[in-house]
């Protein structure tokens, strides 16, 4: 199915998707080598990455992070009358998709209802989920619940207010005869050029890092890159946080917001690439360092999570969208974010 939208659908659970991480020093290894498997990235970096988990004891915040989201969204749920029961599968860590699934099937249900724990548009942040989804399902057997995911949220009216409402706070503890020069810079995770090339990461970032901008009123602001991990001979999206408030430190920065609008939790990537090396890359060169909050379980985020399950089951024409780019689609296309990952070299 390759329409741009989806009819209204009688659904009987709620799923949420995301990625997973460790919830101990065990944990880590095993992990990283779920996420890397397949892919061209050098074992040493790999350890590199497990020295980040290990800094915070071996333990990413983002599986009690989307604890915290389920409660808020069966609390709203339960405000609004919506009787759907709350499910949780990650890709790469317990709770996996597969045991989640197959829970779900025991449980009778025929067709759940999913948010992808991401608002952008890429091959490792929606198809990816599509893929392992339909993978699971496979292995599940014909009980097996369908599974329709909502449509991307990063230009929906709430994720742009919330994004803005938490860099405001921020840009109100810099003095304000430096507030209108300080750079407001919005990251996400890098990814390489190949993939990018396939789908409308880049095109949506812009769009919503020009909206937030824009209810802000601070024009002084940048997109840049976090996280990457490929081998250095591949090309990734730059140009990389630090390496941007290196330059622009050169040319008189003085003070920095930054804004991970890539990201919908505060987890490892954003806890280390940016709380941990940027803020100290930025002691060290005497650069005030600001990191506005991800959108987490800001009630009007989780309120947006909600219309977007009532706008599904309800099959409604209103689609609340800002920027430039209109509502996202329901149903992806076929060929929509294709991608097909570097093998590592043996």
Not at 178 to 203: D, G, Q, V, W
């Amino acid at each position: 199915m390759s329409s741009n939208t989806a009819t209204a659908a009688a659904y009987d659970a709620f799923l949420l998707v995301s990625f997973g991480g460790p919830e101990g020093p065990d944990d880590v290894l095993p992990f990283l080598e779920n996420v890397l498997r397949g892919k061209n990235v050098p074992r040493e970096r790999m350890l590199e990455v497990a020295e980040h988990y290990q800094h915070f004891g071996g333990v990413s915040p983002i599986n009690e992070q989307n604890r915290q989201l389920l409660s808020a969204i069966e609390a709203e749920f339960k405000s609004r009358g919506i009787t759907l029961p709350l499910y949780w599968g990650n890709r790469n860590w317990n709770p996996l998709l597969q045991e989640t699934l197959a829970q779900m099937a025991a449980d009778g249900k025929r067709r759940a209802i999913a948010l992808f724990t991401s608002a952008f548009s890429s091959y490792s942040g929606c198809r990816q989920y599509r893929e392992n989804i339909a993978a699971a399902r496979e292995t599940v057997g014909p009980a097996a619940p369908e599974v329709d995911k909502l449509r991307m949220f990063y230009n929906h009216p709430a994720f742009i207010e919330v994004n803005a409402e938490h860099v405001a706070e921020k840009l109100a503890l810099v003095p304000a005869e430096r507030r209108a020069k300080t750079l407001l810079l919005f990251t996400a995770h890098s990814i390489p050029m190949s993939m990018a090339e396939n789908c409308r990461y880049e095109l949506q970032l812009n769009d919503a890092c020009k909206s937030v901008a824009a209810q802000l009123g601070h024009n002084n602001y940048k997109l840049v890159y976090q996280s990457r991990s490929g081998p250095p001979q591949q090309p990734w999206l730059e140009p990389d946080v630090c390496d941007e408030i290196r330059a622009q430190h050169a040319a008189g920065l003085e003070d920095v917001v930054v804004l991970p609008i890539g990201f919908i939790s505060d987890h490892m990537e954003v806890l280390y690439d940016l709380d941990t090396e940027a803020k100290d890359l930025c002691a060290e060169l005497g650069v005030n360092f600001h990191r506005a909050a991800t959108v987490g379980v800001h009630p009007k985020f989780v309120r947006m999570i909600v219309d977007l399950v009532v706008e599904r089951m309800t099959g409604a024409t209103e689609r609340p969208a800002i920027g430039e780019l209109g509502p996202s689609h329901d149903v992806c296309p076929v060929n929509c974010c294709t991608y097909t990952p570097q093998r590592p070299v043996r």
